[in-house]
């Protein structure tokens, strides 16, 4: 299962915080997924990636609930949460990074924390994608909600392709080569 995170709604489609729904909505679309029912508070695409059958959600809870939908659907799915990875923004990276892990801490990250409780654990692989930090003293909360530039979204573009192939080798090959292959910023 891959789980992207973001905020449900028109408003909050381009918004910073959003690219965990972006990078979801890219893998699908290279893959031929459509996300095209609605499952235990998400968006669903379930199909093929290469040999893997794999599962795409899109909770529809806001950001702070997000586990209130992926916890019903790993039980739904029967996914073992060590086969999770979750998708999400990172304010202390830098746009166009990617950082995979095979488990940790929330980080401060309010989806990260609800998915952490509703599983009741924090072992399961994480794709961080840097946004960046809000300019001077601008509140990170209102930070997120803004949508990427017209400047950042050429740079956007080439990290979602970055994400997917990080996800694709995720997928083939394990977290381990996902992380020595991709972890790198928007020089690669």
């Known amino acids: 299962m891959i789980a992207g995170l973001g905020n449900p709604g028109r408003q909050y489609r381009a918004n910073r915080h959003n690219v965990g729904f972006l990078c979801l909505d890219r893998l699908a679309t290279?893959?031929?997924?459509?996300?095209d029912r609605r499952q235990k508070r998400a968006e669903v695409a379930a199909g093929r990636i290469g040999e893997r059958r794999v599962v795409l959600a899109k909770?529809?809870?806001?950001m702070n609930e997000s586990g209130s939908a992926v916890g019903p659907l790993i039980q739904f799915y029967k996914v073992d949460v060590a086969c999770l990875l979750v998708i999400y923004d990172d304010l202390d990276l830098p746009l166009g990074t990617l950082r995979m892990r095979p488990s940790g801490g929330s980080g401060g990250h309010k989806g990260m924390r609800s998915i952490m409780q509703h599983l009741g654990t924090?072992?399961?692989p994480r794709l961080r994608i840097g946004i960046g930090r809000p300019p001077g003293?601008?509140?990170?909360?209102?930070y997120v909600l803004q949508d990427f530039s017209t400047e950042e979204l050429e740079l956007l573009d080439d990290t979602l392709d970055r994400a997917v192939a990080t996800i694709e080798t995720w997928l083939d090959e394990g977290?381990?080569?996902a992380m020595s292959r991709h972890n790198a910023g928007g020089d690669v």
């Open 122 to 124: 924090q072992s399961f």
């Open 175 to 177: 977290v381990e080569m």
């Open 59 to 62: 909770p529809q809870t806001f």
């Open 137 to 142: 003293r601008m509140d990170p909360a209102a």
């Open 30 to 35: 290279v893959h031929h997924l459509s996300f």
